[in-house]
Nanobody, 115 residues
Framework: QVQLVESGGGLVQPGGSLRLSCVASGILLPAYSISWYRQASGKQRELVAD???????KYADSVAGRFIISRDNAKNTVFLQMSSLNADDTAVYYC?????????WGQGTQVTVTS
């Protein structure tokens, strides 16, 4: 069974950094593009970053220059390095992979930016 497990969220001060991880089982991530989404309270879930099977990356305008998505194929893991965090980054962060037949979500990890 495919499982995606996010970790690394927590409380952080404005201007701080966090590194999120998403570890996959039951699916080989090197074959797929992987995305990070986030959903703030009362808002729609939005795409944050994407990394292709070839390592090409894309970012939402709101995080470009502050976030970096990367992958470690040997560990079947994708990362989201977040820096210069502000209150607008507070959200539950989810990783996402889409196979040929269906997509999968992780359970999410909460990121809260507060002083």
């Amino acid at each position: 069974q495919v499982q995606l497990v996010e970790s690394g969220g927590g409380l952080v001060q404005p201007g701080g950094s966090l590194r999120l991880s998403c570890v996959a089982s039951g699916i080989l991530l090197p074959a797929y593009s992987i995305s990070w989404y986030r959903q703030a309270s009362g808002k729609q879930r939005e795409l944050v970053a994407d990394i292709s099977s070839r390592g090409d990356t894309k970012y939402a305008d709101s995080v470009a220059g502050r976030f970096i998505i990367s992958r470690d194929n040997a560990k079947n893991t994708v990362f989201l390095q977040m820096s210069s965090l502000n209150a607008d980054d507070t959200a539950v962060y989810y990783c996402r992979v889409e196979s040929t037949f269906r997509g999968y979500w992780g359970q999410g990890t909460q990121v809260t930016v507060t002083s």
